[in-house]
């Protein structure tokens, strides 16, 4: 009872709890601050900053092509996988020989202003090392196996006892089939209730053990435009890079820490101006709730670097879901340091959930 | 329950069955192969896809008396991670010698429970 009401009160703060006015721009420095930890999902959409309900997420070869043959090329936004895209199905002993692969994620984009010059992105994001990847836990595999072995027992005996030879199954009367089939159904959710429980005990035991695990993530994108859509004149117009690394801190901690680099052009026109930002994060507590302190250093050639602390609390309300209250300091160059403070709710797409690092 | 016919040669070599995993869940299986017209169990198998070897069985010898047979195979599936419209899919491949004689699918959308699926094929000489 005491967790509900600590959550209520907290989804209360998140709702009412908007940066007050003054502070925007420190908001923005803390919310830069949480944005360098995370590798975008799809570096290309960052670049060209797309609208994300008009994304294609193909899952097979035949929905990529049908989705780019059916749309605008110069408005499209795509992302996909292509190791699963273009080598097809996989089992998962192929899927844990091939993790790394698997991870790639390609993200393609174009925009065309109304008489304006067309601007082509392509990104690139890799999972290098997620150790708190289900598919490639190997002991939680194994009890899901056990589970799903008790199953197939249960409907195996259930099948030869009650319905036996299929051809003659069918010969009998509906109404004789009908009481067997449920007498089957009844005989294995007997068994399957009880093991789906213990399915759910072992999913969150996995989560709550190996949310801190180790994981490198790396991502870039360019920007080219072209004066007309034959891309004859293509020029990069801007590159970025990201990369973010996590490490466990004893059985309840975590460390992140993630970098990102780019260049824009100049004044001049001229790809020469380049910005950054590093930023480290450290976690104690657990997957359920944890408090964090971290720091954020921001920078760009021609401008004072802008340096953040930072710390606060995470309390997940659901499944992908997660309410955070933070505070901190923000200092650019050397002027005087400035306090700000916020609460917001957050949650992750199930793209998005599948990059434990964008998930934080 | 449908019931495919796979139509295979009497006279030629071993009929194999096989269990082909194609999408990357915890898969587990029964394999039954019923005697023709009688609830007798000619032959039990039962495996996973926990390990990498083939899950493929040999039908008993000689092939003509697996006529009017029916294998059943009876799949439970647990995704380790289920995500929302999360597809699985489950072959039955059945082969005689260098020949695919037919090919069933177990297809659907896998829940965060265990879900569960059979798939049925009776062996015909021809």
Known sequence: MRAYWGRALIVALAVAGMPRAGQADLSDSLKAARLDLAVPQAPAFELLDVNPDAILRPGTFRELAVGLGSGDLRQASVEFAPVPLFAGHQSLTEYQRSRLWNTWRVSLATQTPEGGAVSMSAGLRVSIIDRSDPRMDRAFLHQLYGAADRVRDAMLEANKRLRGNPALFEAKKQGEKDEIQSQINAAVAAVATAEDARIDSLREAQRQSHWNAPILELAFAGVGTSADSSFKALHVARYAAWLTGGLPAGQRGQVLAGAQAGLVPDVNGALKRSQGAASVRAYAGSNEVKGFLGGNLRWANGTLPVQAAHFGMELRLVPGIWAEINAGITREGSTDAKWTSGVRLRYATPEERESKVSAL | ?126
């Open chain 2, 1 to 126: 329950m449908a019931i495919q016919d796979i139509r295979f040669d009497p006279n030629g070599p071993s009929i194999r069955a096989a269990v082909v995993f194609r999408t990357p869940q915890v898969v587990s299986y029964g394999l039954m192969l019923w005697e023709s017209g009688s609830n007798d169990v000619v032959m039990e198998e039962k495996g996973n896809s926990e390990n990498p070897e083939d899950d493929a069985y040999s039908l008993p010898m000689p092939a003509r008396d697996n006529n009017g047979r029916i294998l059943e195979c009876d799949l439970v599936i647990v995704s380790p991670d289920p995500k929302p419209s999360e597809k699985y899919q489950v072959d039955l491949v059945v082969s005689q010698g260098a020949s695919e004689l037919g090919k069933l699918s177990a297809m659907g959308t896998v829940s965060a429970k265990t879900s569960t699926d059979t798939l049925f094929a009776k062996l015909v000489g021809a």
